[in-house]
């Protein structure tokens, strides 16, 4: 079973700009993955930021974006609130199968 | 406005049954596929089963597998989750996730549902 990786945790200044990477231990990440990315606020319940690897849902803030970037998907954020300090999820397909990763801590500190 | 209440967790033996339902609102219930996504204390998200919107088609993580059925109920707006031979490892927050597809050919998720907490201990 393919394993979609994430960094741990990562630190962003209030206003900064911070890239989240997901990774697949299959190899090289592709819009055939149609990736999906997530946030879950402490506490709260997840909700789906980025699908099908950079389009927005109507209610993600526009400071977000994805991307595939050096063989992995992308999610950026650009001018971090303190309401951004939240796990991120991705997702990958495999054939069918959706796979999340570990998810990625972030601060805005 | 989007609803999804899920329904049903709560407190069960090793080895023991429990079938959550999720009563789903505010979009039409049959033209989209459905998912359970689960959420162990302070871990990750897992996708665990999917239904397409006519409920012919599943998928099980292997981790569920022959221990786990999906199903629904298009004329009740009701998707729900029979499990049985319940262990430790299934202790859960359980998620209901509206699909933006009808077919679970590849995984599609937008509206997530507050969840509803399994816990399997004696």
């Known amino acids: ?109 | 406005e989007v609803e999804l209440l899920e329904s049903g967790g709560g407190l069960v033996q090793p080895g023991g049954s429990l079938r959550l339902s999720c009563s789903a609102s505010g979009f039409t219930f049959s033209s989209y596929a459905m998912h359970w996504v689960r959420q162990a204390p302070g871990k990750g998200l897992e996708s665990v089963s999917s239904i397409s919107s006519n409920g012919v088609r599943t998928y099980y993580a292997d981790s569920v597998k022959d221990r786990f059925t999906i199903s629904r109920d298009n004329s009740k707006n009701t998707l729900y989750l029979q499990m049985s031979s319940l262990r430790g490892e299934d202790t859960a927050v359980f998620y209901c996730v509206k699909a933006t597809r009808s077919d679970i050919s590849r995984p599609s998720f937008d509206y997530w549902g507050q969840g509803t907490l399994v816990t399997v201990s004696s």
């Open chain 1, 1 to 109: 079973q393919a394993v979609v990786t994430q960094e741990p945790s990562l630190t962003v200044s209030p206003g900064g700009t911070v890239t989240l990477t997901c990774g697949s231990t299959t190899g090289a990440v592709t819009s055939g993955h149609y990736p999906y990315w997530f946030q879950q606020n402490p506490g709260q319940t997840p909700r789906t930021l980025i699908y099908d690897t950079s389009r927005k849902q109507s209610w993600t803030p526009a400071r977000f974006s994805g991307s595939l970037l050096g063989g992995k998907a992308a999610l950026t954020l650009s001018g971090a609130q303190p309401e951004d300090e939240a796990e991120y999820y991705c997702l990958l397909s495999y054939s069918g199968a959706g796979v999340f990763g570990g998810g990625t801590k972030l601060t805005v500190l």
